[in-house]
């Protein structure tokens, strides 16, 4: 029990210096690194070019996550087609992957609104 105990005290004691070496280092150190990668602090990227690959990254997963979806239906049907004769289980299974394949299917059409949205916030 007191190797338990000696245990919490040495992690607390080191989580709470791992902490107060971040507020020690303050936002100087922060707003330097930003800079460095060429991010003014009012949110605009200078010529990075970080925007055009990030939407050619959108339209990848969107494809990549196309083909997934292509992939579940098929094996949702299998599942289905492979059911109808009389396993009630195995039915809700394919019913249940056909309607979360046509929800990440919305998912994915949604993906580049999802991407616009989350950019707005460096902006």
Do not use: H
């Not at 338990?4 to 791992?18: E, H, M, R």
């Not at 969107?62 to 004769?85: D, E, N, P, V």
């Amino acid at each position: 029990m007191k190797s338990t105990k000696k245990s919490a005290v040495i992690l607390l004691t080191l989580t709470a210096i791992f902490a107060f070496s971040f507020i020690l280092i303050g936002p100087d150190y922060v707003d330097a690194a930003w800079e460095k990668a060429g991010i003014t602090p009012d949110g605009s990227i200078e010529n990075s070019g970080i925007y055009d690959d990030l939407d050619k990254l959108v339209y990848f997963v969107m494809a990549l996550g196309g083909f997934w979806i292509l992939a579940c239906l098929i094996f949702a049907g299998i599942k289905l087609a492979s059911a109808q004769g009389g396993n009630p289980q195995g039915r809700t299974a394919g019913f249940i992957g056909l309607g979360m394949a046509f929800v990440g299917g919305w998912v994915i059409m949604k993906a580049y609104d999802i991407a616009g949205w989350i950019s707005g916030f460096g902006g």
